[in-house]
């Protein structure tokens, strides 16, 4: 795995233009790190370097994962070590589906077709070329896809819950920007605005959230770990804390994972962060 990925990144590197090359996004993502008080104890040199050679190693794992997809018994003895599975099963044992919510790390986009292994899927996407790749990877799973913009996303959730099917999200980042739909939450010693669909839907739709988790652990082999379920919120007011739970677990996950391979640090700015005191 090492040998290939190795020769994988100069081949990727060299279709790198304008500020997607190396050096823009490790001094990007180092901007980035040293605005935020939480990492002050951690090298963000190197987890910058890594941040820049991100790319290749998402692309190359992604790819490397997708071969297996087809073939379950190998994929989940061979390749991927599942933590946690309890924790998905028992959200959907109420009957009311489950909303999962991949993070942005590792090969996370390999992650949301594992989750069609466990029960049928509903995913939403922004750019992905998903009808080519599900052709290739993974035709006989029951397996959704909807494109953010080509239909509401609220709609398409409760839809998709309604009939029992985990509904999958990524829950740090709108890719439309910041609107009325965001709060801002404690992050890593400073503030920093995001969405709050996933808890939105969570409320209206009764359904758990379960946050997943999709890292490398050496050797190509990989491990999926769902989170215990966030339960829905009761109410409106309630809907802040559920909020804070989700991102408590995230920043939990950059601490004592990857740093550098939290794909957000490419557009940290959008998420408007406000440099001092945590609230």
Do not use: C
């Not at 590197?13 to 990492?39: E, I, W």
């Not at 390999?110 to 009808?131: G, Q, S, V």
């Amino acid at each position: 795995m090492k040998e290939l990925e190795a020769f994988d990144q100069p081949l990727y590197r060299a279709h790198q233009t304008g500020d997607d090359n190396f050096d823009s996004l490790r001094t990007r993502a180092l901007g980035f790190m040293n605005a935020v008080p939480g990492l002050a104890a951690h090298d963000k040199s190197i987890h910058a370097t890594r941040f820049a050679e991100y790319g290749p190693k998402l692309q190359f794992e992604s790819t490397f994962l997708n071969l297996w997809m087809r073939d379950k018994e190998t994929l989940f003895r061979d390749v991927v070590e599942v933590v946690g599975r309890h924790h998905l099963h028992e959200a959907a044992g109420t009957g009311r589906g489950v909303i999962a919510l991949p993070l942005h790390l590792g090969p996370s986009y390999a992650a949301i077709p594992m989750l069609a292994h466990e029960m049928p899927t509903t995913t939403l996407y922004n750019r992905m070329n998903f009808d080519e790749i599900q052709a290739v990877s993974f035709p006989d799973l029951d397996f959704r896809g909807i494109q953010l913009g080509s239909r509401s996303a609220l709609r398409a959730g409760l839809s998709a819950l309604r009939e029992g099917r985990i509904f999958s999200m990524f829950p740090e980042l709108d890719p439309r920007g910041v609107d009325e739909h965001h709060v801002r939450v404690p992050f890593l010693g400073t503030t920093i605005m995001v969405p709050t669909g996933p808890v939105i839907l969570s409320h209206m739709s009764r359904a758990s959230m379960v946050p997943v988790v999709l890292k490398a652990v050496g050797g190509g082999r990989f491990q999926l770990t769902f989170h215990p379920a966030i339960v829905p919120p009761t109410s409106e007011n309630a809907l802040l804390n559920s909020l804070l739970d989700l991102w408590k677990v995230i920043e939990s996950e950059l601490l004592t994972g990857e740093i550098g391979e939290w794909e957000m640090w490419f557009e940290f700015d959008r998420m408007l962060p406000k440099i001092g005191k945590a609230a």
